[in-house]
């Protein structure tokens, strides 16, 4: 089993940031990706950001600018720093990781448990 640590959610105003952190452990032999998602209330969940173990980044266009993604995909890592939030970025945001167990013998997708960001006047 692959845990996924994340830390960082909370409330902001428009016009604030927050700094999202993510910690995988677990028997992981290979990480290759790792990003955020988020889940809006009443929405489907959609990609946020995301970084592979070489170090390319994706951006959904609706962060692009005001949020960035960094870490160490290697040592299973991440951060997504906010800046200039909105109220639309009002969601769930969910820690990702693209692994591969060595007890599973396979790449599979993981998921945190998930941090509230609210952003509000």
């Known amino acids: 089993q692959v845990n996924l640590v994340e830390s960082g959610g909370g409330s902001a105003q428009p016009g604030g940031s927050l700094r999202l952190s993510c910690a995988a452990s677990?028997?992981?032999?290979?990480?290759?990706?790792m990003g955020w998602y988020r889940q809006i209330p009443g929405k489907e969940r959609e990609l946020v950001a995301r970084?592979?173990?070489?170090?390319?980044?994706n951006y959904s266009y609706s962060v692009k600018g005001r949020f960035t993604i960094a870490g160490d995909v290697a040592e299973k890592t991440v951060y997504l720093q906010m800046n200039n939030l909105k109220p639309e970025d009002t969601a769930v945001y969910y820690c990702?990781?693209?692994?591969?167990?060595?007890?599973?013998?396979?790449?599979?997708?993981?998921w945190g448990q998930g941090t509230q960001v609210t952003v509000s006047s």
């Open positions: 990702y990781a693209y692994l591969f167990l060595r007890t599973n013998r396979a790449f599979s997708e993981y």
């Open positions: 677990g028997n992981i032999y290979m990480n290759k990706a």
């Open positions: 970084i592979t173990d070489s170090g390319d980044t």
